[in-house]
């Protein structure tokens, strides 16, 4: 018979054979596939040196293993953080607008760039802010942190220049409050940020097609627990 344990057995070996994604510049506190969907990626601490990152425009760099992921970077301006409710606001209460759009990359390197002193949370020449990374290649949010420390007019070394921003080439649309109801819906509550954006600009039609998921998905986990009884 199919119990709970084997059927939760099955999802782990199934995601953990896949290889997920990589934070590849800024270099990426740790890379550990199974904690993958942990909050940063289950590197909860701050590293003990940070990386200088432009405080205008810089490029992150990552590779997916997966055919198409839908990506989206979130930072927190604590020094340091230590869950997902500090990618959400300042520590006077201001909302953190999303680093980049939510967007769309396949498999393989891709890189898009973000402007951190144009977030509007007062960043100046040597903030410090830890950048994650929230990754959906169709298991599951899988997240990486990066901690940087802000530098005006910091030069990235010429081989993480991007040119071919992915963040650009998307069909969604960007920032918080502009997130298209599609797109944050598929990517889930467990980003504070992303779900943040449905309290503004959703309509009732995206609001209902949530419902909709969501009484699906109580369906199926009394479905499973019902076949468990049994
Ligand atoms: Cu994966």
Do not use: W
Not at 41 to 52: D, E, I, K, L, Y
Not at 179 to 208: F, N, R
């Amino acid at each position: 018979m199919l119990t709970l344990k084997s059927i939760l057995a099955f999802s782990f070996v199934t995601s953990s054979a896949l290889a997920h994604f990589t934070l590849d510049y800024p270099t990426s506190r740790g890379f550990d596939d199974d904690n993958e969907p942990q909050y940063c990626g289950g590197f909860p601490n701050v590293a003990s040196t940070r990386q200088p990152f432009p405080l205008g425009q810089g490029p992150i760099h990552i590779d997916s293993h997966h055919n198409l992921a839908t990506v989206v970077a979130f930072i927190s301006t604590s020094s340091n953080p230590t869950s997902f409710d500090d990618f959400n606001t300042t520590s006077n209460g201001t909302s953190i607008p999303l680093a980049s759009s939510i967007f769309q990359v396949k498999e393989g390197d891709s890189c898009f760039n973000v402007n951190l002193g144009n977030l509007g949370v007062g960043l100046i020449n040597g903030s410090q802010v830890t950048l994650q990374v929230q990754y959906d290649g169709g298991d599951g949010n899988l997240y990486q942190c990066t901690d940087l420390i802000l530098i005006e007019g910091y030069s990235v070394p010429s081989n993480e220049t991007c040119t071919n921003d992915a963040s650009l080439s998307s069909t969604t649309s960007s920032s918080i409050s502009g997130a298209s109801s599609t797109t944050a819906s598929s990517t889930s509550t467990s980003s504070p940020s992303a779900s943040a954006s449905s309290s503004s600009g959703s309509t009732s039609g995206s609001m209902a097609r949530r419902e909709v998921v969501g009484m699906g998905l109580i369906g199926v986990l009394s479905g499973i627990t019902g076949m468990v009884l049994l």
